[in-house]
Nanobody
C-alpha cells in the first residue's frame, strides 16, 4: 500500500515561488506515475502536472506552462512540483496521486492520494 504526504504549501505573493513535495512510503516509487491535482472552491479537481514511471514530466494545464515543472527523486521516494511566477489563480489545494505505470488525465485512475497541501497566492 502506497502512502503519500504532501508538503511545501503556504501563502506566497503573486510572482513568488513554491516547491511542493510528495513523499511516498511503502513500495518503491519508481514503478508509479505521480500526478499533481489542484482543486479550488466550487470547481472540479484538475490535473496540473504528471510524471510517469520514467523521468519525463507533463503539464496538463496550459496556464502553468513555462511556470510549473515536475521532477522525481526515486531514491528519496519524492516527487516535486516547482511553481514559479505564481498567480492568484494558482490558489487551491494541491494533491498528489499515484498509479502504476504512466500518467492518466482522469483522477479516477489514481488509487492513491495524499491529504492535500494548501497554496494561497495573495498580496
Amino acid at each position: 500500500q502506497l502512502h503519500l504526504v504532501e508538503s511545501g504549501g503556504g501563502l506566497v505573493q503573486p510572482g513568488g515561488s513554491l516547491r511542493l513535495s510528495c513523499a511516498a512510503s511503502g513500495p518503491t516509487l519508481e514503478d508509479y506515475a505521480i500526478g499533481w491535482f489542484r482543486q479550488t472552491p466550487g470547481k472540479e479537481r484538475k490535473e496540473v502536472s504528471c510524471i510517469s514511471n520514467g523521468t519525463v514530466g507533463l503539464n496538463f494545464l496550459e496556464s502553468v506552462e513555462g511556470r510549473f515543472s515536475i521532477s522525481r527523486d526515486n531514491a528519496k521516494k519524492t516527487v516535486y512540483l516547482e511553481m514559479k511566477s505564481l498567480k492568484s489563480e494558482d490558489t487551491g489545494t494541491y494533491y498528489c496521486a499515484a498509479r502504476l505505470g504512466v500518467c492518466n488525465i482522469f483522477e479516477s485512475e489514481y488509487p492513491y492520494w495524499g491529504q492535500g497541501s494548501q497554496v494561497t497566492v495573495s498580496s
